[in-house]
């Protein structure tokens, strides 16, 4: 499988890197804080690949070292667009971890397929 990898985003401590496998999955990769200050930048990141309509989008949190509030939102946001664009949708490394904890403390695990950074798409 080929992949085209897009130029990173960095803001503050965050970095933000997409894959694009030519099977139609683009695979969003987060590493660092997904906090209020870096949400604007990761949504648009996000929004951008939901525009582009893939078969399927992951989000790769597995490095995500801090979330909250507003990067929750976003997780929420994103699954809701992609439902409505009918776009599978999973987050990869999230079953623990400071995501992980944020996501079972608000009660949203049931929300999201959630799968393990080592079956990643």
């Not at 990898?5 to 894959?19: D, M």
Request: aromatic share 4%.
């Amino acid at each position: 499988m080929q992949e085209k990898n897009t130029a990173p985003i960095r803001f503050n401590s965050t970095h933000i890197g997409v894959r694009r496998a030519l099977v139609d999955t683009s695979v969003i990769s987060i590493q660092g804080q997904l906090c209020r200050p870096t949400t604007t930048s990761v949504w648009r990141t996000v929004e951008a690949e939901l525009r582009r309509a893939p078969d399927s989008v992951a989000l790769d949190l597995s490095d995500v070292t801090d979330i909250d509030a507003a990067g929750l939102s976003v997780l929420v946001s994103t699954a809701i667009r992609a439902g409505e664009s009918d776009i599978s949708f999973c987050l990869v490394g999230a079953c623990e971890g400071a995501v992980g904890a944020a996501l079972a403390q608000a009660n949203l695990t049931d929300l999201f397929e959630i799968v393990p950074a080592a079956t990643a798409p």
